[in-house]
């Protein structure tokens, strides 16, 4: 069911921020509440949680006011009546925003998930107006998994991922890696493709996951305990990409392309083993099962 501002499972503070999104709209004498006034709603409420982000990048609050209101466009002259309506475009913000909520299981709608969203189509003019002022979706990722001790992401696997290529400036990468999931839930995307779609070659991607995430990569002169890959179920390995490396203190080390794979912790369960992951190209992978399991 489609949610309303008035069903919506806000918190506190965000439930002041939609009302505070009216009064923002009947100052600028707009008969309709846009994002733009959500947006200059988390400013003036001054507590919640995205204005505490703004102040943690030391935003020019005057100045983005100033821009907002820009972008708000001239006041209607028309008399303003006294309950402004949520325009069609905020109605569909409402329902992705419950949307993200329930994805992640929270409880609550919170401002934060609404910066998320905001910052999330890099081509709204709201998000543009943010992203000059230093607010990106990288960025409210980064901030939301460092400071808050229960973030709404804390249960994503890749946000270790986001904040590393963050910090080699591959923010379009980083962007792909969190879209794949938000904004298109009914494809398969692994990590791995969403980061070679944005333009990261494959070394690279692997790099990534040794060098910045710690998974050990498997090189060509590794050594493969062929009794074990051969003992290991064919149909299996081939079905889901993987192969035994070998045996190390009580730990099965299996063989994949992208460490980050959504399908992992099944695996794990079905075999009923403690399991370390190990990074290896798709190709030498491809190679692998061809040799084994005649692909």
């Not at 409880?107 to 709204?124: C, R, S, Y």
């Not at 090189?219 to 009794?227: L, W």
């Not at 003992?231 to 992208?258: N, S």
Request: overall charge negative; hydrophobic content about 40%; aromatic content about 6%.
């Amino acid at each position: 069911m489609a949610e309303s501002k008035e069903t919506l499972p806000v918190t506190q503070k965000t439930q002041s921020v939609l009302r505070l999104s009216e009064r923002e709209a009947g100052r600028l004498r707009h008969k309709e509440v846009r994002l733009v006034h959500l947006v200059l709603a988390m400013i003036r409420q001054g507590s919640c949680y995205a204005c505490q982000l703004f102040r943690t990048w030391h935003v020019d609050l005057d100045k983005m006011v100033a821009d907002l209101e820009e972008l708000a466009g001239p006041r209607d002259q028309e008399r303003i009546q006294e309950e402004i309506p949520f325009s069609s475009e905020v109605a569909r913000f409402l329902i992705e925003v419950n949307d993200i909520r329930v994805k992640f299981a929270n409880d609550w709608v919170g401002t934060d998930h609404f910066m998320l969203l905001l910052t999330a189509n890099g081509e709204h003019e709201v998000s543009q107006v943010l992203s000059r002022h230093g607010i990106m979706e990288c960025s409210v990722l980064r901030i939301i998994r460092e400071q808050v001790p229960e973030p709404i992401l804390a249960s994503l696997p890749e946000a270790d991922l986001v904040q590393a290529l963050s910090r080699r400036g591959l923010l379009d990468v980083a962007e792909s890696v969190i879209n794949r999931d938000i904004h298109q839930p009914d494809e398969v995307m692994s990590v791995r493709e969403a980061c070679l779609r944005a333009g990261l070659d494959e070394a690279a991607f692997l790099e990534i996951m040794t060098g910045e995430l710690g998974f050990p990569i498997l090189r060509p002169t590794d050594t493969i305990d062929e009794q074990l890959i051969s003992g290991f179920p064919g149909p299996y390995a081939q079905r889901h990409r993987i192969f035994p490396l070998r045996r190390e203190e009580g730990r099965l080390l299996l063989v994949c392309d992208d460490p980050l794979r959504d399908d992992l912790r099944s695996i794990e369960e079905e075999l009923s083993a403690t399991i370390a992951w190990v990074a290896a190209s798709k190709d030498y992978i491809d190679e692998i099962l061809g040799r084994f399991y005649e692909i």
